[in-house]
């Protein structure tokens, strides 16, 4: 395969661990140069800043291999556990917004992870099917993430002494976190 790796996997497992080093700096660096934004439109423009990154240049390209790479993780799972969203800076400001706006702890650690997860997917839709993602769409997925719970976003029925399921999103949103799939219907 290589002087430095015998096999397809050893090289595959190297080339991912430092596209995940490379985008954990990255994500890093922005999260320390950038303060907690003051309110949705600073976060929104923020989001808008990054998914442009992620679309053009050397951030196009590496997404492109990420998305490879995750498609590849399908078949060989050590590379899962590689690939798994980590802490970082960039990931801490999302979250220290959304407490700031009244969102509880737990509730913002995982509207967090849920709210990137949507960003993530905007970037792979434009990436495969083209063009760009427009202001609406991710002052729309702000606005989600900052939206109080409803009856129905909790699973309560309208009468408050009838049992309440757990939030779909949110149970997705902590098995990501914790680096598991979420279970589907």
């Known amino acids: 395969m290589s002087a430095y790796y015998r096999t397809r996997q050893a090289l595959l497992a190297a080339l991912v661990r430092r596209m995940v080093a490379l985008d954990q700096a990255e994500l890093q660096a922005i999260g320390e140069q950038a303060p907690v934004p003051r309110d949705a439109e ?3 423009a923020g989001i808008a ?19 490879a790479c995750a498609l590849e993780s399908v ?26 706006q ?22 792979f839709d434009r990436l ?12 729309g997925l702000v606005a989600a993430a900052l939206r109080s719970p409803t009856p129905a976003d909790t699973g309560r029925a309208e009468r408050p002494d009838a049992p309440g399921e757990p939030q779909a999103e949110m149970a997705g949103a902590r098995a990501l976190r914790n680096g598991k799939r979420p279970a589907t219907a």
């Open 42 to 44: 600073e976060l929104a």
């Open 49 to 67: 800043a990054f998914i442009e990154h992620r679309l053009t240049g050397d951030g196009r390209r590496r997404s492109l291999a990420r998305y």
């Open 75 to 100: 078949h060989h799972p050590e590379l899962r556990e590689i690939l798994v969203p980590r802490e970082n800076a960039g990931r801490q400001v999302v979250r220290d917004f959304l407490a700031a």
């Open 102 to 123: 009244g969102v509880a702890d737990d509730d913002a650690e995982d509207r967090t992870v849920t709210l990137l997860t949507c960003v993530d997917g905007l970037v």
């Open 128 to 139: 495969v099917n083209g063009g760009s993602v427009s202001s609406q769409e991710i002052r």
